[in-house]
């Protein structure tokens, strides 16, 4: 069953196992309010349990293009498509959310996301590869993020 996410009244509902469940909600939130802002779309999530297909889509395109396997369990995922963009995200216990942006008509506009919750190690199935950059949220805190551009089709 999906739920909406609330970016004005942030809520760590389906979120508790994670040690940042605090901060974890709060960049759920920050994207909920992303999608709103930008999009005009009420961001969903399902519990992972719920969702397997869309861990699949996630796991597939990260092993393929860049040989990563999280060991951290996924608590929640979204999936839906705005415009020409299909997006799907995970969100893992550990604090980390994988976001995949996949542009239906444009090859050239296709990555994943990784954004670590504050007070989240950077996982070590990323550490060394990627470089972080630092982006303020008064929902999330500090977020950390990075990208790589997606090859494959998907």
């Given at each position: 069953?999906?739920m909406?996410?609330d970016?004005?009244?942030?809520?760590t509902?389906?979120?508790?196992?994670?040690?940042?469940?605090g901060?974890?909600?709060?960049?759920?939130a920050n994207e909920?309010?992303?999608?709103?802002?930008?999009?005009?779309?009420e961001?969903t999530?399902?519990a992972a349990?719920?969702s397997?297909d869309?861990?699949?889509?996630?796991?597939?395109?990260?092993?393929?293009e860049?040989d990563i396997?999280f060991?951290?369990k996924?608590?929640?995922?979204?999936?839906?498509?705005v415009e020409?963009?299909f997006?799907?995200?995970?969100f893992?216990?550990?604090?980390l959310e994988?976001?995949?942006?996949y542009t239906?008509?444009?090859p050239?506009?296709?990555a994943?996301?990784?954004k670590?919750?504050?007070?989240?190690?950077?996982p070590?199935?990323?550490?060394g590869?990627?470089?972080?950059?630092?982006?303020?949220?008064?929902?999330?805190?500090?977020?950390?993020?990075?990208?790589?551009?997606?090859?494959?089709?998907y």
């Open positions: 069953m999906s909406p996410v970016f004005k009244d942030v809520s509902v389906g979120l508790e196992t994670s040690p940042v469940a901060t974890l909600a709060g960049l759920r909920a309010r992303y999608f709103m802002n930008k999009y005009q779309h961001f999530v399902t349990r719920e397997q869309t861990l699949d889509y996630v796991n597939k395109i990260l092993k393929e860049r396997e060991a951290a996924p608590l929640e995922t979204s999936r839906f498509q020409n963009i997006w799907a995200c995970v893992y216990e550990s604090g994988v976001n995949v942006l239906i008509d444009d050239k506009k296709r994943v996301g990784f670590l919750s504050e007070g989240m190690d950077v070590a199935e990323l550490e590869k990627f470089k972080f950059a630092r982006q303020k949220s008064k929902l999330a805190g500090t977020i950390r993020g990075s990208y790589f551009v997606i090859k494959g089709e």
